[in-house]
Nanobody, 114 residues
């Protein structure tokens, strides 16, 4: 069974930074397509960033220039570096894998105070 385990969420002040991690196991390699969704309270899920198997990237307009998606093949881990955080970034963040996406993590909470 493929498992994606997120970590790195927490409470941070506006303007601060966090780095989310997603450790993949169960035979899934981060060389495949992966990404990050987020869901603010009372709102729908939004694709915030994605990384293809060919290393091309996608960012939602709301995070472009502030967030960076990357992977470490040796650690089989996906990352989301989040800088200049805003209150609107407050959400549950989910790691996803596969183009469908096929697999979802349990999520990690990010709360930005203003």
């Amino acid at each position: 069974q493929v498992q994606l385990v997120e970590s790195g969420g927490g409470l941070v002040q506006a303007g601060g930074s966090l780095r989310l991690s997603c450790a993949a196991s169960g035979g899934f390699s981060v060389v495949n397509a992966m990404g990050w969704y987020r869901q603010p309270p009372g709102k729908g899920r939004e694709l915030v960033a994605a990384l293809s198997s060919g290393a091309s990237t996608y960012y939602a307009d709301s995070v472009k220039g502030r967030f960076t998606i990357s992977r470490d093949n040796a650690k089989n881990t996906l990352y989301l570096q989040m800088n200049s955080l805003k209150a609107d970034d407050t959400a549950m963040y989910y790691c996803v894998a596969g183009r469908g996406p096929d697999f979802w993590g349990q999520g990690t909470q990010v709360t930005v105070s203003s």
